[in-house]
Nanobody, 121 residues
């Protein structure tokens, strides 16, 4: 079994912070990239942040300066630190990863089940 497990969502007031975690497990040889997407009610899913195998990061314009993506390669885990949260950040957040499997180096795209972030007073 190869899967992504997300955690850290919840209810927070505007201006508050949350940290999301996403752990990959299974027979993984290496990870090409990991990222976070979000989907608000009635809207399309959008990329929030991405980190590639060399450590390079990219962010949506709407979250630059507020969110930080990071990784722990040994734990095969990616984090999204979300600060200065706004009501418009309310969405289901999904982790995504591209991985090569052991022992035959097959490539898979994986999605987590989603974790809900609600920003409201």
């Amino acid at each position: 079994q190869v899967q992504l497990v997300e955690s850290g969502g919840g209810l927070v007031q505007p201006g508050g912070s949350l940290r999301l975690s996403c752990a990959a497990s299974g027979s993984i040889f290496s990870i090409k990239a990991m990222g976070w997407y979000r989907q608000a009610p009635g809207k399309e899913r959008e990329l929030v942040a991405l980190i590639t195998s060399d450590g390079s990061t990219n962010y949506a314009d709407s979250v630059k300066g507020r969110f930080t993506i990071s990784r722990d390669e040994a734990k095969k885990t990616v984090y999204l630190q979300m600060n200065s949260l706004k009501p418009e950040d309310t969405a289901v957040h999904y982790c995504n990863a591209g991985v090569w499997l052991r022992p035959d180096f097959r490539y898979l795209e994986l999605w987590g089940q989603g974790t809900l972030v609600t920003v409201s007073s």
